[in-house]
């Protein structure tokens, strides 16, 4: 299987503290790509890097890519009430079909 | 613009009962389109895609079936529902299959 992985499960900060979350898959990619889902709600695009890219930033986020490691982490920087949710990591792998395969994504609360 | 159609937003349906859920997609034509389900706190488990009219692909083997009667709708159906098909039903769309996907609002569906 190549799901990948997100690693701390849940997280809890305080607002305007940065939020890091990671993320392991098991074999070679096309991308990865990171999403939200704020409670009941469909999944929301963030951001994706291909394989050949190490850093990507949007915003207030920032993401790394080492594929030598398998991992990729998501850092929010400054975080806000509003960034609540949980974010999932979801790779892209040719031989699979270019099917998104998803994790099991890391729930942050920000405490105002 | 683009935009992704799900309803009903929550069904509540007795073990047994046939069972449709609807999805279509707006402001893009030939779309690859995808029904996941998501387990209370879990990732997203791929259960039938389509890249073309009437062209389904099934991920997991169960009692439900996906169709695809035009090119913008995709249908999620059961004969008859089990307990286990209780869960958060999503459906996505994309203009290839290796770029981001875009969500619906879900399904809640609940099984008596």
């Known amino acids: 299987s190549q799901q990948g992985e997100e690693d701390p499960q849940a997280l809890s900060i305080q607002e305007g503290e940065n939020a890091t979350m990671n993320c392991s898959y098991k074999?070679?990619?096309?991308?990865l790509q990171w999403y939200r889902q704020n409670s009941g709600r469909g999944l929301v695009h963030l951001i994706l890097?291909?394989?050949?890219?190490r850093e990507k930033h949007s915003g207030r986020l920032r993401v790394t890519l080492d594929t030598s490691k398998k991992s990729s982490s998501l850092l929010i920087t400054a975080s806000r009430a509003a960034d609540t949710a949980s974010y999932f990591c979801?790779?892209?792998?040719?031989?699979?079909?270019?099917?998104?395969?998803f994790g099991a994504g890391t729930i942050l609360r920000v405490k105002s | 613009s683009q935009t992704i159609h799900q309803w009903p937003a929550t069904l509540v349906q007795p073990v047994g009962s046939p069972l449709s859920l609807e999805c279509t997609v707006e402001?893009?034509?030939?779309?690859?389109l995808y029904w996941y389900r998501q387990a209370a706190g879990r990732g997203l488990q791929l259960l039938f895609y389509?890249?073309?009219?009437?062209?389904i692909s099934s991920e997991v083997p169960q009692n439900l079936s996906a169709s695809r009667p035009q090119d913008r709708q995709f249908i999620l159906s059961s004969k008859k529902l089990l307990l286990s098909d209780s869960g958060f039903y999503l459906c996505?769309?994309?203009?290839?299959?290796?770029?981001?996907?875009?969500f619906g609002d879900g399904t809640r569906l609940s099984i008596l």
């Open positions: 996505a769309w994309t203009s290839e299959s290796n770029q981001p996907q875009h």
């Open positions: 074999t070679s990619i096309n991308n």
């Open positions: 890097i291909r394989s050949n890219e």
């Open positions: 979801a790779t892209v792998n040719m031989e699979y079909g270019n099917k998104l395969v």
């Open positions: 402001g893009t034509s030939n779309p690859n």
């Open positions: 389509s890249v073309g009219i009437g062209q």
